[in-house]
């Protein structure tokens, strides 16, 4: 299988923005793989020496502006023979650090706090690749576990230019911090080929992501797209080395639950064969409800089971 790669530039981005009539930037065939490299921030957050601001992402400063409040994502990329109605099967192979500095913001009428906070605030966070941590400004080293808080295909032509910042059925924001390198995400798609984009690299973050940003940096990410035209899904959904992943996105936190906890019923019933209400049960001794964010308009919940409890017996 061939391997590809798509580099952010002014060419190969979209700022703030998911669009069905947004052009493929790469077409490839299922199951080959795809290097892509992410930039994050806008001019007003770039940090001065001694960090490096990337090239590619002073380029796109003076190039573009952003179409609708949201992240800079690259792509989109085509995988020939997946249809709408199908499901994209991302397999993320690698990820790795595109800077040497990440950022967090806080701020008044912002994040989980919006009351709290009266003083808007910008903070530049060193990044050590060889150790893989953070270091924080009253000495502690964070360690690192990088993930994209973007992924996401097209949405449907009928719901036009959509801003990146709230996650939905096609993807995007989803923030979920349990899809690192070696993870699988599974992704329902609305138009052929299903125009894969990615951005918002967080180089460490807690669900919740609650002041609104987590350490927001560059990455690149090497992922492995397949055409899954034998499946279907209603919300994305992820599987670990561990655990299945069920998610699930609405203003309302209660109505998050429901869904997720419902579509990890559907999910256990499908993959073990057993009743609903057994699934259900399973789900109470067993499954994990965790709160993924709660600060981008739509929030989000998601629902783990270890796949060790995926069977009969």
Excluded at 26 to 38: A, H, N, R
């Amino acid at each position: 299988m061939s391997t590809h790669r798509l580099d952010a530039s002014p060419q190969t981005v979209h700022w703030g923005y998911f669009d069905a009539a947004l052009a493929p930037r790469l077409e490839i065939d299922s199951g080959e793989t795809v290097t892509i490299s992410t930039v994050s921030g806008a001019p007003e957050v770039m940090p001065g020496a001694p960090f490096v601001v990337p090239p590619a992402l002073s380029a796109i400063h003076a190039a573009l502006s952003p179409k609708l409040p949201g992240h800079i994502c690259t792509g989109p990329v085509a995988v020939r023979g997946l249809k709408a109605g199908g499901v994209l099967e991302v397999r993320i192979r690698e990820i790795e650090l595109h800077y040497d500095w990440g950022y967090n913001t806080l701020g008044p009428q912002r994040g989980a706090l919006p009351d709290d906070f009266a003083t808007p605030r910008c903070v530049h966070i060193p990044l050590d690749r060889e150790k893989n941590v953070a270091r924080l400004s009253w000495g502690l080293e964070l360690p690192l576990a990088p993930f994209f808080g973007v992924m996401g295909v097209a949405p449907p032509k009928e719901w036009g230019a959509l801003s990146t910042l709230p996650p939905r059925r096609n993807g995007g924001n989803l923030d979920n911090k349990e899809l690192v390198a070696g993870t699988t995400l599974y992704l329902p798609c609305f138009v052929d080929g299903g125009n894969f984009s990615v951005g918002d690299g967080h180089g460490a973050q807690g669900d919740g992501e609650v002041c609104i940003t987590a350490i927001e940096t560059g990455l690149v990410g090497t992922f492995e797209l397949h055409a899954r035209n034998d499946m279907r899904l209603a919300w994305p959904l992820a599987e670990t080395p561990t655990h299945w992943i069920t998610m699930a996105f609405d203003p309302d936190l209660d109505d998050c639950v429901v869904i997720a906890l419902r579509e990890m019923i559907d999910l256990v019933v499908d993959r073990v064969g057993i009743s609903r209400e057994d699934a259900y049960m399973l789900a109470s001794l067993a499954a994990d409800l965790r709160v993924t964010q709660v600060v981008n308009g739509n929030k989000g919940v998601h629902c783990m089971l270890a796949k060790d409890f995926m069977r009969r017996g």
